[in-house]
């Protein structure tokens, strides 16, 4: 079996906070345990599950990122609101007209604007910077009952539903849908590399995950496996990644701070296009110019790694709709297990 829709839905139905990612690693540890020789946690909240390969085969990582876009309780209002820090780069126009799960109990709350007839003009066409979450309760002690203290996470009340055209769309498909594609790497590939398929925490408040994992494994080359924005009606963007194109393959992210930034070097790029040949995928070439993926820790790793990303397109990241092709998921696999079972080139290889 190739990549599942069930995996996916099974992985978004739990939730995963930057920083309480467990029922994700979970549900991950079902998926994948029965495919791979051992299974190992952190108390980072990091999960690696190892195929033991040949004893002089190369050793992979293959990251995909637990945790989703969240919001942190802070304070408790006298009337009952819940006041919120967000965990992870949102955008604001998310936010209005959300429905949100609060809590280990998951209690059910919305964000509500503004009512519009409350608003001048002014207003109705800018966002506020206070925002609330309503739970029903109109007191502390009420808020409490519910089980609902400061310190607890929100995550967006949104499952995972079907489109048109082979499409999907939820909360979290970044980064489920890189943990659904590793579940289905494992099951169908049979190589002589030593291949660690790690799921790891905290990728969306800087990273730490990836660096925790790639520093224990400390492979010789690390993928990360996320999504990458797909294209939009309103984008101008000459590195378009359509939905239904297939997998996207870095050569470069966080172009824009690139200080911090990644180049992918040529090794891994000649290494995914030999494989891209192998599993008659062609992926398309993208630079990720205003964010990062867990392959900028992974290519430091202690003295340096060779490292980078291989993405599935998806709409309206960062936000509750995400939406992605499943093809192009399927391809992904069928990418990323060619490069599990192709030998990784030497610089005299390479162009």
């Keep these: 079996m190739t990549f599942q829709i069930d995996d996916l839905r099974q992985l978004i139905d739990a939730r995963g906070p930057s920083g309480d990612e467990h029922s994700v690693a979970a549900v991950f540890r079902t998926l994948i345990e029965s495919h791979v020789d051992d299974v190992s946690t952190d108390d980072f909240g990091n999960l690696v599950a190892t195929s033991e390969g040949a004893r002089d085969a190369p050793e992979i990582l293959l990251a995909a990122h637990t945790d989703e876009l969240a919001f942190l309780i802070d304070e408790i209002t006298d009337d009952g609101f819940l006041r919120f820090s967000w965990l992870g780069a949102h955008y604001p126009g998310n936010f209005a007209g959300q429905r949100v799960e609060v809590g280990p109990e998951r209690v059910p709350g919305v964000i509500g604007p503004k009512s519009r007839h409350r608003m001048d003009d002014e207003e109705a066409r800018s966002l506020p910077e206070d925002w ?31 489109l048109a055209g082979g499409r999907f769309s939820g909360r979290a498909i970044d980064d489920r849908l890189g943990l659904a594609i590793l579940a289905a790497v494992a099951r169908t590939t049979d ?24 520093y224990q494994v400390d492979p010789d080359i690390a993928l990360a496996v996320d999504v990458f924005p797909g294209n939009h009606p309103g984008d101008d963007d000459r590195f378009e990644v359509p939905l239904g194109g297939g997998p996207a393959v870095e050569l470069a992210e966080g172009v824009g701070q690139m200080l911090n930034g990644v180049l992918v070097n040529r090794q891994v790029r000649e290494w995914i296009r030999r494989a891209g040949s192998e599993a008659d995928v062609e992926p398309t070439n993208c630079v990720f110019r205003n964010g990062f993926t867990d392959a900028r820790a992974l290519q430091t790793i202690r003295g340096g790694r060779h490292a980078g990303t291989v993405s599935v397109p998806c709409r ?21 297990s060619a490069a599990l079972t192709t030998p990784f080139p030497s610089r005299e290889e390479s162009r």
């Design 132 to 162: 609330y979450i309503d739970l029903g309760a109109d007191s502390e002690e009420a808020v409490e009952q519910l089980d609902v203290r400061v310190g607890d996470y929100a995550t967006w009340d949104r499952g995972l539903v079907s």
């Design 191 to 214: 190589t002589d590399a030593t291949v660690h398929y790690a799921a790891v925490a905290q990728e969306e408040p800087g990273l730490r995950g990836a660096e925790t994992t790639g």
């Design 316 to 336: 309206y990241t960062h936000s509750p709709v995400e939406t992605f092709q499943k093809s192009d998921a399927v391809e992904t696999v069928s990418l990323l």
